[in-house]
């Protein structure tokens, strides 16, 4: 059974870029996380969904970060315009029900130059 | 206050010894716990979930305490495979929220 997908899993960018981070769940979870996790502030989550809908983005840290899920099999995370401070391994996680396990993807390591 | 506490280390052991970590909490209506482990450049992976009674997975052995608000991991006889990230986890219904890590390493 193949677990929680990301794509890219390397991304480098000049500062200014659109980025977009597409994350596709655990067939049958219902829950989707985005987190982003560096070297000083740890695993931050920035919003997570339930069922495709938004259900906590106060983790998002500004405009320029926008996520989407369209359908219960994908979702994307969206930084535009990016900056260097965005650079950061940015991970999808998944669950069933909210309060079990979480399965994380590979990550994303994002370098905004 | 940050919703998790850990001491991030790093703890550095020698094969065979036991090491413990202890995590913090700040929520009282917290309903699930974990300890997950991340390896370097990898993604974090559930090493255990933490019951109310204590359980026991082979070397490793979480433990929870209400009162007190706290959480810990014991693992008996390092090995060298055990260095990782070992990262608190507490879910307080529909969020979860993660300590910071702390770094173990055993050396030869």
């Known amino acids: 059974d193949a677990g929680v997908i990301q794509s890219p899993r390397h991304e480098v960018t000049e500062m200014g870029q659109e980025v977009t981070l597409r994350c596709k769940p655990i067939s049958g979870h219902d829950y989707l996380f985005w987190y982003r996790q560096t070297m000083m502030r740890g695993l931050e989550l920035l919003i997570y969904?339930?069922?495709?809908?938004?259900?906590?983005d106060s983790g998002m840290p500004e405009d320029r970060f926008s996520a989407k899920m369209p359908n219960a099999s994908f979702s994307t995370l969206k930084i535009q315009p990016s900056e260097p401070r965005d650079s950061a391994v940015y991970f999808c996680?998944?669950?069933?029900?909210?309060?079990?396990?979480?399965?994380f993807g590979p990550g994303t390591r994002l370098t905004v130059l | 206050r940050k919703e998790v506490e850990q001491d991030p280390g790093p703890f550095n052991v020698p094969e065979g010894a036991t090491v413990a970590f202890n995590c913090t909490y700040s929520n009282s209506a917290s309903q699930s716990f974990f300890w997950y482990r991340q390896d370097c450049r990898k993604e974090p992976k559930l090493l255990m979930s933490?019951?109310?009674s204590g359980n026991e997975d082979g070397r490793f052995t979480a433990q929870l305490n209400r009162a007190s608000q706290y959480i810990s991991l014991l693992i008996r006889d390092s090995k060298l495979s055990d260095s990782a990230t070992y990262l608190c986890?507490?879910?307080?219904?529909?969020?979860?929220?993660f300590g910071t890590g702390t770094s173990l390493t055993v050396i030869p």
């Open positions: 986890v507490v879910n307080t219904g529909n969020q979860f929220y």
């Open positions: 969904f339930n069922n495709n809908v938004p259900i906590d």
């Open positions: 996680a998944s669950t069933y029900g909210g309060a079990d396990t979480q399965y």
């Open positions: 933490v019951y109310s």
